[in-house]
């Protein structure tokens, strides 16, 4: 198998990729017990080994999958860090495509030379315990990837043994990044960034280091062609603890990948998708070795990671401040809060950042131009309960200034499906423009409210009044 792959390829990697998709997990907060089952399917193909290589802290199994024949030994992580799933996905995915039969010549040669070349060994979710609570750090506290020199987890202690027993020639170390970051200067967001990882603090590129940049460099050429302009280089400064900058100094060529945000993609699904293509893309470039081809200044091209995004930016509002007008752009970001109901967790929206803001860019941008902004209040009617809200019409609360209401008797949950807060009695509704104040706003032409922000979700009063989100309980 000779060249890289060529752009016919490419768009049959993409156009099929729902037939190699696992289709049983198509949400981020997958746990254990759903993934296991995938993994022994999987081990029940004869091309595929499936190995139980240990326990984690709290005694979930460890597993490893291996397929292909070849004399390149290659291995992969995911989920380190357990709110980082989008590649535990894409492994499942590239071990699905690389025994589908029938995809065709082009796809079957692509699939023959991968395993004819390389042998594959993945350990899919290393940290089970995190991911059953959806937190970067182990349940005791420690990040799995701070942990490469210590080796305190046993989870860590699992994937150094791994690499040695291998002597792993490539290592590819799956992450999720922040999706606030762009790439460079630019509005658009990072849905991958790269990193190879330096193995001193004098970031020396040895030839092991170099295969990395190479591979990269050759991944990134295929990504210009399905998420022009939407890939990144992460921070090469060098982490002393951190697994990656040590799987380099071990001797391992390291790629870590950090997949980061796309609009509309909220459980980042395809993002799952260019990850997998990623993976399989890789494996072909180490297979016919053809990642040579490009040079460490390709590498060096890839533009940085830059934190510059908001989930929503208003531009231009104005704020009336004692007898001062103030024009402002408004930047507000909408984080996830784990909790033990079936959802999993809440959305909590705050005010960033505001003030000028010309130097960033949003997800969603609005033209606030023309529109005054001011703090939701609280309606001053008391509510015995939240099913008493029945007669309150939030359409009419909000054009008169209001985005919660006052209850007697509060729910236990701290948060409801209702398009206005609830506030207790002796309670406050916390609202405001200033960083870190919660997102609860109201703008207005004139005296017609054009937008309303209940919790950092905006809703359009002309085009739709369409709610899709939670408001807040402030107990």
Not at 41 to 46: D, I, N, Q, S, T
Not at 309 to 320: H, I
Not at 399 to 416: D, F, M, N
Not at 460 to 467: K, P
């Amino acid at each position: 198998m000779s060249g890289s792959l060529d752009e016919a390829v490419i768009r049959q990697l993409v156009a099929r990729y729902e037939d190699y998709k696992e289709p049983a997990l198509t949400r981020r907060r997958f746990k254990h017990h759903d993934l296991v089952p995938l993994l022994e399917k999987l081990g029940a193909h004869p091309a595929v080994t499936l190995t139980r290589e240990g326990e984690s802290a709290e005694g979930r199994g460890l597993f490893r999958l291996s397929i292909g024949t070849g004399d390149i030994p290659v291995l992969m992580w995911s989920q380190m860090h357990g709110d980082e799933a989008t590649a535990t996905l894409a492994l499942l995915d590239l071990f699905r495509f690389l025994t589908a039969d029938g995809m065709g010549a082009d796809l079957s040669g692509l699939q023959t030379g991968i395993l004819q070349q390389i042998t594959l060994h993945a350990i899919p979710m290393l940290n089970p315990d995190a991911a059953e609570r959806f937190q970067r750090h182990t349940p005791y506290g420690v990040d799995m990837n701070r942990d490469a020199v210590q080796r305190q987890c046993p989870e860590s202690r699992l994937l150094k043994r791994i690499r040695d027993e291998l002597q792993a020639e490539y290592g590819f170390n799956l992450h999720d990044q922040s999706t606030r970051y762009s790439v460079g200067e630019s509005p658009k967001s990072a849905i991958i960034s790269f990193l190879a990882p330096p193995f001193d603090a004098q970031r020396t590129i040895d030839p092991k280091r170099e295969r990395s940049m190479q591979l990269i460099a050759g991944v990134n050429g295929m990504l210009q062609q399905v998420i022009p302009g939407h890939v990144a280089a992460y921070s090469d400064e060098f982490e002393p603890r951190a697994f990656g900058d040590n799987m380099q100094k071990w001797g391992t060529s390291t790629v870590l990948v950090e997949s980061g945000g796309k609009k509309d993609d909220p459980e980042k699904q395809f993002i799952r998708k260019i990850n997998g293509l990623i993976l399989i893309t890789s494996l072909h470039l180490i297979a016919s070795e053809t990642f040579q081809k490009w040079s460490v200044a390709d590498y060096d091209a890839i533009p940085p990671n830059k934190l510059r995004l908001f989930d929503t930016v208003f531009r231009g509002a104005s704020l009336r401040y004692k007898e001062e007008e103030v024009r402002m752009d408004i930047g507000i970001n909408r984080t996830e809060i784990n909790t033990d109901d079936a959802a999993g967790y809440y959305i909590h929206g705050i005010v960033a950042e505001s003030g000028d803001l010309s130097t960033f860019n949003g997800y969603e941008e609005i033209d606030a131009g023309g529109l005054r902004v001011v703090p939701g209040e609280v309606f001053p009617e008391l509510f015995e309960t939240v099913e008493g809200l029945q007669a309150a019409d939030p359409q009419k609360l909000l054009q008169q200034g209001y985005t919660a209401i006052r209850v007697r008797h509060l729910p236990e949950k701290t948060h409801t499906d209702l398009p206005y807060n609830i506030v207790s009695i002796g309670g406050t509704q916390p609202a405001g423009t200033f960083p870190d104040s919660d997102a609860n706003l109201l703008f207005y032409r004139d005296d017609h409210l054009i937008y309303a922000v209940i919790n950092g979700f905006v809703i359009d009063i002309l085009n739709g009044w369409q709610w899709d989100g939670n408001s807040l309980v402030y107990h």
